[in-house]
């Protein structure tokens, strides 16, 4: 359970020169810097991102910055959670340094007209599904890296593809920093944290931890040789039983690369899957 009790927030600032004269303090005396970029609505997934930049760094930014770029028509994006006041002590108590919450002019000042695109791994799954939600991500990412110019930068693993895609991103334009995984974080019954889940009735909340049982039954099929189409059709099977009003993918993919896997897996990999209940859509994946 996460503990709001503690004595000071820790500093909030909405503007660019507000953010670099704090880090610049801390680079000029030899501090290493991490970033865990959020959307607000914290929960102990988050937390977990948080404890994990702690240990890699001596000073620890949270942004929460809810982006609409990433938001495609008909999703929740006025709807979203908002709580800063209680984010902020959330994070008072896991030891943030600062919370960087900007105003939506220091990330889309008028007249703002480029857009950061990683092609390629932006093409299927969650970029299918949702057409421009990955340019959005991409493009608020780098933006928080360049302002914020951390050492490290910590994101989930539950968000796979963004995670491989963010990496890519890093490469490909040569960002001075080390993005870091955390592992995914999960209820006692083996639901994904999400901000999102709030969001789900006592009833779908019953159903909605098949997602993950599901995809440990094809992972383990996948790892003593069922071929990845049948161990997916069955998790599919699983979730339709179970009461899922859709699945929007089931897919084996490399680890690395993310390239389908089409036959017996032999190689590092990841089951990934998206799958409604309702209103809301939920992630999640695991290893084979």
């Not at 943030?96 to 008028?110: E, F, H, R, T, V």
């Not at 480029?114 to 057409?131: C, I, N, Q, S, Y």
Request: proline residues 8%; glycine residues 6%; aromatic residues 6%.
């Amino acid at each position: 359970m996460i503990n709001i009790c503690s004595p000071q927030s820790p500093p909030i600032v909405r503007s660019i020169t507000e953010l670099r004269a704090l880090t610049g303090a801390w680079r000029a005396a030899d501090q290493r810097v991490a970033l865990v970029p959020t959307m607000g609505a914290l929960h102990e997934g988050h937390l977990s991102l948080v404890h994990l930049a702690r240990r890699q760094a001596s000073k620890v930014i949270v942004s929460l910055f809810v982006n609409p770029a990433q938001f495609g028509p008909g999703e929740d994006f006025q709807s979203y959670p908002r709580d800063e006041a209680l984010d902020a002590q959330i994070l008072a108590a896991v030891g943030c340094d600062l919370l960087y919450a900007p105003s939506p002019a220091a990330i889309y000042p008028p007249g703002f007209v480029t857009t950061v695109t990683v092609g390629g791994l932006t093409d299927f799954m969650e970029g299918a599904t949702r057409p421009g939600h990955f340019s959005g991500v991409t493009t608020v990412v780098a933006k928080l890296i360049i302002q914020c110019a951390p050492d490290v930068a910590v994101f989930g693993e539950k968000d796979y593809q963004q995670l491989q895609i963010i990496r890519r991103l890093a490469a490909d334009l040569d960002l001075p920093v080390e993005i870091i995984a955390g592992p995914i974080a999960r209820d006692p019954d083996g639901l994904a944290l999400s901000s999102r889940n709030a969001y789900l009735t006592p009833q779908q909340r019953t159903i909605a931890p098949t997602l993950n049982r599901a995809l440990q039954v094809a992972a383990r099929a996948m790892a003593v040789g069922v071929p990845a189409p049948v161990a997916e059709a069955d998790a599919r099977r699983i979730l339709e039983v179970a009461g899922f009003d859709a699945v929007d993918y089931i897919e084996a993919r490399s680890a690395d690369t993310l390239e389908r896997l089409a036959g017996v897996v032999s190689v590092p990999a990841r089951l990934l899957a998206a799958a409604r209940l309702g209103r809301v859509r939920l992630l999640d994946n695991a290893p084979i």
